[in-house]
């Protein structure tokens, strides 16, 4: 049976994190150290994050779980530990950690909550905690100290917006009070200081002046009024840790005037009335102001007590005032107005509160008509005595009669919404009462025709289901319905007594077709089932009223009771059958029932669990049949442990949709990004990947989220494919451009007549302008170009070196030609000859001085030196000594080789020379062209 779907081996050590799972739970954690251990080492190290959350679970050891605090994904579940295991008040300084306070505010019961919330100082960790806290606990964390100060409150009220309506408007009530006592402070000390400095000034005054200490005892007594409120405004503030600064001074600075006494001589004075000063401001006006802000707080505040005070205080400072002069009309409008305002609130409340009413719970009445007459009946004396407490409520509604202008408290809403709704649950009853009267009238229409046809059994079945209905129903409904059913009745029992007589031959013939089935049984399947088929003839002919029928009705009795004999041991064999397939039907039960309170479902295999689901029903289908009673008992228990596996693989399914649906989401979001298309691959890769990983879920649904996923990710492919496409169009193109600029340079480079630097430049310049391919193809194409530029390199060299070889070949004949003057002159020719080149200018200056032939034989040999040429060996000597000197000048850090450049400027301008140095000219002219050549 289902044994086989629950066993698998445990170890802690499985690669797969499904087994090791497994074997942590199986793992007794209360008294073994080695189970510990395991624990300890699968919460720090194992990789999968279920395992490590299911060791935290079961883990004894704080320090370790306060070591996964610092593992963000880890912490809640460690916190909760941590909670678990530590004891009411411990000292440590784990008790202390944010997400521990959170997991001890949750788990602790109520009556720790408000110590635990004492111990908390931080301000952030207490807003936190009363925005994740509901009911009795959230109250319990507002009692803080902290909830009393503006600082604290303003942060609560700024993030509880768009999150907790109620906490949001609470914090802004208390931040309102705060203000409203902060405001009504500075307006009372400013007037007091006021007050102060004319009383200062008043005594600087001559004290024997008329109207001098009536107007001093009005100052006083205004000044003492604001000090009193003031002081009370101090109090009050105190709790929100705030408080009135000055009050101290402003209360030294009034003691001064307190002891002073009126003079005996002005005491008739004092009683009349104080000469007014047209320099004093007008009392009427800050007392308007403090009026109209009592009315705004009128319509705004919850705190009727506290603006009784208020308005208690501002009505005595007004008729202080009016005392000693009258308001202006516009100011006594609005003193009339708000006390009218504040008379009919206060009205208003104190009506509500002496409101005593009857119960208006709509609970106690049930939602649908009792079924049972006493039932019925006392629903019916309750349902009248709602009704009766319905008005009631609404007269006392009607008395409070609650200001329109002034939003009701919470007490009123409730009993408005109190009565609505018992009236709801009356008019209910009351509907259903009409609906069932008019059922039960068309059912006695039904049992009249009934008996006017002659059924008689239906009729007795109709009468007995009428008379039911009516015993529902309030009696006063019932009378004429009552009536007309007794005069049915009486028709139907004529009817019966008629009846009889037409039934007693078929009673007879029936007792011989049971008489036949003695004499030649069937089989007892059969025999069973023919005799059931008589039996319910039998009963088709209606009840029996006549001795003969009763008679006849016995003798049927006992040839059933003896026909039926054979069968018994059949049926007696299907017991046996019946009683296995029950235990063993038992037996599922129990195991389901096991394996259902035994899972941890926080980690279960889900897919586990479909199929035990799936495979359960089937086992038990095969154990069939079996007893009715215990069976239909057996199938309730069942259908409810498969319910509750259904709701939790359901639960499964819901979850795993719904990260499906997430993907699925994310996908369509993909597929209409703008992000670069690898990007998109990427992700989409990733979702798919994900997808692979989410449990099971139902399969038509995960169809259709695959065909959504597909399709976006179809969409995302097919971008990169396009992409692709046009990439590979691009690269084709520019390489198509590239080879066709490379065959034009190529040709251009044969067709050029003579190469130049300048159109090297050009053609790099081209090749440059190219649009980069990728790196195979642009090393190809880069390879072929520096073979072109190349052999054009070799080609500008050779170029080069032709034109440096004539050059040379004309230096040398000017250097001949040169010589040649030079010689002509020295045998008294004259001199026509100009320089051919600036090499020659010095040369004349020298036409008259010997041939300087030791010389022009060491700059040949330095040039051959230079050029790797052999010397003569007449030389041999002379090119030791140049070694030897650059050798030198070497070893001492000068620089001794000379260029071509350099020794064939001092050769063409040292002069002058003859024919003796013509074989010195060859050679280095030789020398000086293979320098240039190499």
Same mark, same amino acid.
């Given at each position: 049976?289902?044994? #086989?779907?629950?066993?698998?081996?445990?170890?802690?050590?499985?690669?797969?994190?499904?087994?090791?799972?497994?074997?942590?739970?199986?793992?007794?954690?209360?008294?073994?150290?080695?189970? @510990?251990?395991?624990?300890?080492?699968? +919460?720090?190290?194992?990789?999968?994050?279920?395992?490590?959350? /299911?060791?935290?679970?079961?883990?004894?050891?704080?320090?370790?779980?306060?070591?996964?605090?610092?593992?963000?994904?880890?912490?809640?579940?460690?916190?909760?530990?941590?909670?678990?295991?530590?004891?009411?008040?411990?000292?440590?300084?784990?008790?202390?950690?944010?997400?521990? !306070?959170?997991?001890?505010?949750? @788990?602790?019961?109520?009556?720790?909550?408000?110590?635990?919330?004492?111990?908390?100082?931080?301000?952030?960790?207490?807003? *936190?905690?009363?925005?994740?806290? &509901?009911?009795?606990?959230?109250? =319990?964390?507002?009692?803080?100290?902290?909830?009393?100060?503006?600082?604290?409150?303003?942060?609560?009220?700024?993030?509880? $917006?768009?999150?907790?309506?109620?906490?949001?408007?609470?914090?802004?009530?208390?931040?309102?009070?705060?203000?409203?006592?902060?405001?009504?402070?500075?307006?009372?000390?400013?007037?007091?200081?006021?007050?102060?400095?004319?009383?200062?000034?008043?005594?600087?005054?001559?004290?024997?002046?008329?109207?001098?200490?009536?107007?001093?005892?009005?100052?006083?007594?205004?000044?003492?009024?604001?000090?009193?409120?003031?002081?009370?405004?101090?109090?009050?503030?105190?709790?929100?840790?705030?408080?009135?600064?000055?009050?101290?001074?402003?209360?030294? &600075?009034?003691?001064?005037?307190?002891?002073?006494?009126?003079?005996?001589?002005?005491?008739?004075?004092?009683?009349?009335?104080?000469?007014?000063?047209?320099?004093?401001?007008?009392?009427?006006?800050?007392?308007?102001?403090?009026?109209?802000?009592?009315? /705004?707080?009128?319509?705004?505040?919850?705190?009727?007590?506290?603006?009784?005070?208020?308005?208690?205080?501002?009505?005595?400072?007004?008729?202080?005032?009016?005392?000693?002069?009258?308001?202006?009309?516009?100011?006594?409008?609005?003193?009339? #107005?708000?006390?009218?305002?504040?008379?009919?609130?206060?009205?208003?409340?104190?009506?509500? @509160?002496?409101?005593?009413?009857?119960?208006?719970?709509?609970?106690?009445?049930?939602?649908?008509?009792?079924?049972?007459?006493? *039932?019925?009946?006392?629903?019916?004396?309750?349902?009248?005595?709602?009704?009766?407490?319905?008005?009631?409520?609404?007269?006392?509604?009607?008395?409070?009669?609650?200001?329109?202008?002034?939003?009701?408290?919470?007490?009123?809403?409730?009993?408005?919404?109190?009565?609505?709704?018992?009236?709801?649950?009356?008019?209910?009853?009351?509907?259903?009462?009409?609906?069932?009267?008019?059922?039960?009238?068309?059912?006695?229409?039904?049992?009249?025709?009934?008996?006017?046809?002659? /059924?008689?059994?239906?009729?007795?079945?109709?009468?007995?289901?009428?008379?039911?209905?009516?015993?529902?129903?309030?009696?006063?409904?019932?009378?004429?319905?009552?009536? &007309?059913?007794?005069?049915?009745?009486?028709?139907?029992?004529?009817?019966?007594?008629?009846?009889?007589?037409?039934?007693?031959?078929?009673?007879?013939?029936?007792?011989?077709?049971?008489?036949?089935?003695?004499?030649?049984?069937?089989?007892?399947?059969?025999?069973?089932?023919?005799?059931?088929?008589?039996?319910?003839?039998?009963?088709?002919?209606?009840?029996?009223?006549?001795?003969?029928?009763?008679?006849?009705?016995?003798?049927?009795?006992?040839?059933?009771?003896?026909?039926?004999?054979?069968?018994?041991?059949?049926? /007696?064999?299907?017991?046996?059958?019946?009683?296995?397939?029950?235990?063993?039907?038992?037996?599922?039960?129990? =195991?389901?029932?096991?394996?259902?309170?035994?899972?941890?479902?926080?980690?279960?295999?889900?897919? +586990?669990?479909?199929?035990?689901?799936?495979?359960? $029903?089937?086992?038990?289908?095969?154990?069939?049949?079996?007893?009715?009673?215990?069976?239909?008992?057996?199938?309730?228990?069942?259908?409810?442990?498969?319910?509750?596996?259904?709701?939790?693989?359901?639960? +499964?399914?819901?979850?795993?949709?719904?990260?499906?649906?997430?993907?699925?989401?994310?996908?369509?979001?993909?597929?209409?990004?703008?992000?670069?298309?690898?990007?998109?691959?990427?992700?989409?890769?990733?979702?798919?990947?994900?997808?692979?990983?989410?449990?099971?879920?139902?399969?038509?649904?995960?169809?259709?989220?695959?065909?959504?996923?597909?399709?976006?990710?179809?969409?995302?492919?097919?971008? $990169?494919?396009?992409?692709?496409?046009?990439?590979?169009?691009?690269?084709?193109?520019?390489?198509?451009?590239?080879?066709?600029?490379?065959?034009?340079?190529?040709?251009?480079?044969?067709?050029?007549?003579?190469?130049?630097?300048?159109?090297?430049?050009?053609? $790099?310049?081209?090749?440059?302008?190219?649009?980069?391919?990728?790196?195979?193809?642009?090393?190809?194409?880069?390879?072929?170009?520096?073979? !072109?530029?190349?052999?054009?390199?070799?080609?500008?060299?050779?170029?080069?070196?032709?034109?440096?070889?004539?050059?040379?070949?004309?230096?040398?004949?000017?250097?001949? +030609?040169?010589?040649? =003057?030079?010689?002509?002159?020295?045998?008294?020719?004259?001199?026509?000859?100009?320089?051919?080149?600036?090499?020659?200018?010095?040369?004349?200056?020298?036409?008259?001085?010997?041939?300087?032939?030791?010389?022009?034989?060491?700059?040949?040999?330095?040039?051959?030196?230079?050029?790797?040429?052999?010397?003569?060996?007449?030389?041999?000597?002379? &090119?030791?000594?140049?070694?030897?000197?650059?050798?030198?000048?070497?070893?001492?850090?000068?620089?001794?080789?000379?260029?071509?450049?350099?020794?064939?400027? =001092?050769?063409?301008?040292?002069?002058?020379?003859?024919?003796?140095?013509? *074989?010195?000219?060859?050679?280095?002219?030789?020398?000086?062209?293979?320098?240039?050549?190499?």
């Amino acid at each position: 049976m289902l044994s #086989r779907f629950l066993q698998g081996k445990n170890r802690v050590d499985h690669p797969d994190s499904a087994v090791r799972l497994r074997a942590l739970e199986s793992l007794d954690d209360s008294d073994s150290d080695s189970a @510990q251990q395991i624990l300890c080492n699968a +919460a720090r190290t194992d990789e999968a994050e279920d395992v490590r959350r /299911a060791a935290i679970a079961k883990l004894n050891s704080p320090e370790v779980l306060g070591e996964l605090l610092a593992v963000a994904s880890l912490c809640e579940a460690s916190a909760e530990r941590i909670a678990r295991l530590l004891p009411t008040g411990s000292n440590s300084e784990l008790a202390s950690h944010p997400a521990v !306070i959170k997991a001890r505010v949750l @788990q602790a019961p109520l009556i720790e909550i408000a110590q635990i919330v004492r111990e908390v100082t931080d301000p952030s960790l207490l807003t *936190e905690l009363a925005l994740t806290r &509901r009911g009795e606990v959230r109250e =319990q964390i507002l009692q803080h100290p902290a909830f009393d100060t503006s600082d604290v409150l303003s942060e609560l009220e700024r993030k509880s $917006r768009d999150r907790d309506k109620s906490l949001n408007r609470l914090a802004r009530e208390r931040l309102d009070i705060i203000k409203q006592l902060r405001g009504s402070s500075e307006q009372s000390a400013t007037r007091l200081d006021e007050l102060l400095q004319t009383l200062t000034k008043h005594t600087e005054l001559d004290s024997e002046s008329t109207g001098y200490w009536p107007k001093f005892e009005t100052l006083r007594n205004q000044a003492a009024g604001l000090l009193q409120r003031l002081t009370e405004n101090h109090q009050a503030l105190l709790p929100h840790a705030e408080g009135v600064s000055e009050i101290t001074t402003l209360q030294d &600075r009034f003691e001064k005037f307190r002891g002073v006494e009126i003079a005996p001589s002005n005491a008739a004075e004092k009683s009349g009335p104080a000469i007014r000063d047209p320099a004093d401001a007008d009392p009427f006006d800050l007392l308007v102001a403090g009026f109209t802000k009592l009315e /705004a707080s009128l319509t705004a505040s919850a705190d009727f007590g506290s603006l009784r005070a208020t308005r208690q205080q501002l009505t005595d400072d007004w008729l202080a005032a009016a005392d000693q002069r009258p308001p202006a009309d516009a100011q006594h409008e609005v003193f009339q #107005r708000v006390s009218h305002k504040f008379r009919e609130l206060l009205d208003a409340s104190q009506r509500l @509160q002496s409101v005593q009413l009857a119960d208006l719970d709509a609970t106690s009445l049930p939602e649908n008509l009792a079924e049972e007459h006493a *039932e019925a009946d006392q629903l019916w004396r309750q349902t009248g005595q709602k009704k009766k407490a319905i008005r009631q409520a609404k007269q006392a509604v009607k008395q409070i009669s609650w200001p329109q202008w002034k939003t009701p408290p919470d007490e009123y809403v409730q009993l408005v919404s109190n009565i609505a709704i018992l009236e709801s649950a009356v008019r209910n009853l009351e509907g259903q009462a009409s609906t069932l009267l008019q059922t039960v009238e068309s059912d006695v229409d039904e049992f009249a025709a009934a008996i006017e046809s002659g /059924a008689s059994e239906s009729a007795r079945t109709l009468l007995n289901h009428i008379r039911q209905q009516l015993r529902r129903l309030p009696r006063e409904l019932t009378v004429k319905l009552n009536a &007309r059913v007794n005069l049915e009745d009486k028709r139907l029992a004529e009817l019966r007594d008629w009846q009889t007589y037409a039934t007693t031959p078929k009673r007879e013939s029936l007792c011989a077709a049971v008489a036949e089935l003695i004499a030649r049984p069937l089989a007892p399947a059969d025999q069973a089932h023919r005799i059931k088929e008589l039996r319910l003839d039998w009963n088709g002919l209606g009840s029996i009223s006549q001795a003969k029928d009763r008679r006849l009705a016995d003798k049927f009795n006992r040839l059933a009771a003896e026909a039926f004999e054979p069968c018994r041991t059949h049926f /007696a064999a299907q017991a046996v059958i019946r009683e296995s397939n029950l235990q063993s039907r038992k037996e599922i039960c129990a =195991q389901l029932s096991t394996y259902l309170d035994s899972t941890d479902w926080q980690s279960a295999d889900m897919k +586990a669990a479909e199929q035990i689901l799936r495979t359960a $029903r089937g086992e038990w289908r095969k154990f069939h049949p079996v007893e009715r009673a215990p069976g239909k008992t057996l199938d309730v228990k069942f259908e409810k442990l498969q319910s509750q596996l259904h709701d939790l693989v359901r639960s +499964a399914w819901e979850q795993n949709l719904s990260l499906k649906k997430a993907i699925v989401e994310e996908a369509a979001a993909l597929a209409s990004s703008d992000a670069p298309i690898e990007e998109r691959v990427d992700g989409a890769k990733t979702l798919q990947q994900r997808w692979r990983k989410i449990g099971i879920t139902p399969r038509r649904p995960d169809q259709e989220l695959w065909r959504k996923l597909r399709s976006s990710c179809d969409s995302v492919f097919a971008d $990169r494919e396009n992409q692709q496409k046009a990439a590979d169009d691009s690269r084709k193109a520019a390489q198509k451009t590239a080879n066709e600029c490379l065959a034009e340079i190529e040709a251009a480079v044969a067709n050029e007549a003579e190469p130049s630097r300048e159109s090297l430049r050009q053609y $790099r310049h081209r090749f440059k302008a190219l649009e980069k391919l990728p790196a195979h193809p642009q090393r190809l194409i880069e390879k072929q170009f520096s073979e !072109i530029e190349a052999a054009y390199k070799k080609r500008l060299q050779a170029h080069d070196a032709d034109k440096s070889m004539q050059w040379l070949d004309s230096i040398e004949q000017f250097d001949h +030609a040169v010589s040649q =003057q030079e010689t002509d002159h020295r045998a008294g020719g004259a001199i026509t000859f100009e320089a051919p080149d600036i090499l020659f200018a010095d040369r004349w200056d020298q036409v008259d001085a010997p041939v300087p032939a030791q010389e022009l034989t060491r700059l040949t040999v330095e040039a051959e030196l230079a050029a790797g040429l052999e010397s003569t060996q007449a030389d041999k000597n002379l &090119r030791l000594a140049i070694q030897v000197d650059a050798f030198n000048l070497a070893k001492g850090g000068a620089v001794t080789a000379r260029g071509a450049q350099t020794l064939l400027e =001092q050769w063409c301008r040292t002069g002058p020379k003859d024919t003796t140095i013509d *074989e010195l000219r060859r050679r280095f002219f030789l020398a000086i062209r293979t320098l240039r050549l190499t």
